[in-house]
């Protein structure tokens, strides 16, 4: 296993103290004015800018702020002042072949950065994470738990809220199974690297819990053989741990886990209601009965913790349309102020300090990227920080809204539908643009691909078709069985709503799509091949055989296994590459070769496939790009090929 850690390790963290003017830099904000002011219409090099911050997080001391910057072009994990000299921002280059999965704060003066790859181990490949540490005064970069020679060991389950350096972190000690195969917890030194071990491994258990305190509560072992998960836990001043509870997950069983220890041994869950709502409760840990209801007036799908995970903050509902509901009163009052402020925009509070004192705040609209914010709440004092995009500005884009329409059975779907500004509502080129996951949803937000698209003149519909969350439990398992049936037909009945609203011209319709979208764009041409002019697939499943047999050598492939194939009773009949011969519409593949979520193998089989076919494809092949694009060379590569293959295919005019 020591080649691995050396991989990563190869792979290079390199350090760069970066300029005064941290605000991302490309040459094309000054161009991009200049083309609005001569042609009305933005250039695709301004859709391609990177996000001023994306993952932003406050200082607790709410004095400086983490995230990955976007910087010349690149995204770069980076810390700087709030409000004072940004000369004095340090950071580092995300490491080559990897994703940050996250950025924390550990204190006021260091972050921890988790990070995942994909590499081969063994005959296979291996989804493979680890940890490092900045610190924010030195910049100096330390490499935590990487002696270790597992497979996972960046799973932080405590941070001190005293300002301390010490954390504790779960990982694996070898890939092999063996005592060191079982995660053990360890406390390490963010600023130093030390580490101390607290908690062997324990055969079977490979997931641990820490209370407020630091102190080890829960273990969570699985049997991937039998599919059933345990829960053990350490009573308060008992040393010992004790099963209390155990579930067959494939079979909708779910463990009472807490997200939160309170006092005497309680603790907050998420349980399921009658009905298939869901409320957080409080309950009494070593005998699972409930103690009190702590929320249930809305549909809980998450919770929003204090940044020292102290406090319940908020609840994010699937059934309201602000979406997180505050249940601290200075947060909410906070919250209602922010909103009033600017009524047109939306506000969402994005980061806070520990005291909740000060807050990163984003105002943004659906035709805006919008702006980021520092908002000190004992003062009531805002500061602008940056435009999200300073290439687009203040500029508004095309309206979008949410419309609703039912699906072949009657079921309603709900879309986000974005209408190309200075055209008429009638009879418009149409781009149907389904989601990535498919565990996921689109909401009424800035989406750069959306604009992008409806600044060319497009009609855009992004279905969230059955089985996507943020509708409940009960609309995400009517996904169950349907992948390439009625989740597909899901979006079909979307165009066809469109067509029947008189918004959509039926001769000029394109599905366009990434990930499990781009496997929806590439399965639609292939199940409706007289519905769509065109299709594009970015980082798209082929095969999906293929995709739910590669978990990376998870430890629950097994488990994930069985979950794809409730999702479909047949893989191979609704795999893009065994339909080619139904397809006739041309297709566009676009891959990045450092995509470590999709194997970009996935697009070179299609390729060939339409090829050896005599099918009308073309494969962009992107040397240096993730599946995310964090690149803005990359992102303008395929924005510019998005527009070219439409343009040739289905013209906007």
């Not at 995009?389 to 039912?406: D, E, M, Q, T, W």
Request: hydrophobic fraction near 40%; glycine fraction near 10%.
């Amino acid at each position: 296993m020591g080649r691995l850690v050396a991989q990563l390790c190869g792979a290079g963290v390199l350090l760069l103290a970066l300029p005064a003017a941290a605000q991302p830099t490309g040459g094309e904000a000054g161009s991009a004015t200049k083309a609005v002011a001569e042609t009305g219409q933005l250039p695709t090099s301004a859709f391609a800018r990177l996000p001023f911050v994306e993952k932003a997080s406050l200082s607790p001391n709410g004095e400086n702020i983490a995230g990955l910057f976007g910087v010349n072009g690149e995204q770069r994990i980076m810390m700087m002042p709030v409000l004072g000299d940004r000369s004095q921002s340090v950071g580092a280059r995300v490491p080559d072949q990897t994703e940050v999965a996250w950025i924390r704060w550990v204190g006021d003066d260091n972050i921890i950065v988790g990070l995942t790859t994909l590499m081969p181990v063994e005959t296979s490949r291996w989804y493979v994470s680890r940890l490092i540490g900045i610190s924010r005064k030195t910049g100096e970069i330390t490499k935590l738990l990487w002696d270790l020679g597992g497979q996972n060991a960046a799973d932080v389950l405590w941070i001190p809220e005293d300002g301390s350096t010490e954390i504790l972190v779960a990982g694996q000690g070898s890939i092999y199974e063996s005592a060191e195969f079982w995660p053990a917890v360890y406390r390490v030194d963010v600023a130093t690297g030390r580490q101390k071990l607290v908690e062997r491994g324990r055969t079977g258990v490979l997931d641990w819990g820490a209370d407020n305190s630091g102190q080890v509560r829960l273990g969570i072992a699985y049997s991937d053989r039998t599919t059933t998960s345990k829960l053990f836990y350490r009573a308060q001043g008992n040393h010992s741990l004790r099963e209390i509870d155990r579930a067959r997950l494939d079979v909708d069983e779910d463990l009472t886990i807490p997200f939160f220890f309170g006092e005497a041994d309680h603790g907050y869950i998420i349980r399921e209601l009658e009905g298939g709502r869901s409320a957080v409760v409080e309950t009494d840990i070593t005998t699972g009965q409930d103690v009190r209801t702590i929320y249930a007036d809305h549909d809980v799908e998450d919770v929003v913790m204090s940044p020292d995970g102290t406090k319940l903050l908020g609840i994010w509902a699937t059934d309201v349309d602000e979406e997180i509901v505050w249940l601290d009163p200075g947060v909410a009052t906070a919250q209602t102020d922010l909103q009033t402020a600017a009524p047109m925009a939306k506000a969402r509070i994005v980061s806070f300090s520990a005291d909740l004192g000060k807050m990163l705040v984003r105002f943004s609209t659906p035709d805006n990227p919008g702006l980021l914010y520092y908002y000190d709440n004992t003062t009531g004092d805002l500061y602008q920080l940056a435009d999200a995009n300073p290439a687009i500005g203040s500029k508004r884009l095309s309206r979008a809204k949410l419309v609703r329409y039912k699906a072949r059975d009657g079921l309603e779907i709900e879309g986000v539908l974005t209408t190309p500004r200075g055209r008429a509502e009638k009879n418009l080129p149409m781009v149907v643009m389904p989601h990535g996951g498919p565990w996921a949803h689109d909401e009424l937000t800035y989406d750069y691909w959306a604009q992008f698209l409806a600044e060319r003149g497009y009609l855009v519909l992004q279905p969230n078709f059955r089985g996507s969350t943020g509708y409940g439990v009960e609309f995400e398992k009517a996904g169950r069985g349907q992948l390439g049936f009625a989740m597909q037909d899901d979006v079909t009945a979307g165009v066809n709503w469109a067509v029947s609203q008189g918004l959509a011209d039926p001769q000029r319709v394109c599905i366009v799509g990434a990930s499990y979208g781009g496997y929806a764009a590439m399965w639609g041409i292939a199940k409706d091949p007289d519905l769509y002019r065109c299709a594009i697939s970015i980082a798209g499943v082929a095969n999906l055989r293929r995709e739910v047999n590669d978990f990376g050598d998870s430890i629950r492939a097994r488990l994930y296994r069985g979950q794809w194939q409730a999702m479909t009773p047949d893989f191979a009949a609704v795999s893009p590459l065994n339909a080619v011969e139904k397809i006739k519409a041309p297709l566009l593949l676009i891959h990045g070769k450092k995509d470590v979520t999709v194997d970009y193998a996935q697009s070179d089989r299609m390729y060939s496939a339409m090829k050896k076919a005599g099918k009308t494809v073309d494969l962009v092949s992107l040397p240096q790009a993730d599946h995310y694009f964090t690149r803005e060379a990359d992102r303008l590569t395929l924005l510019t090929s998005i527009e070219e293959f439409l343009t040739k295919y289905n013209p906007a005019d």
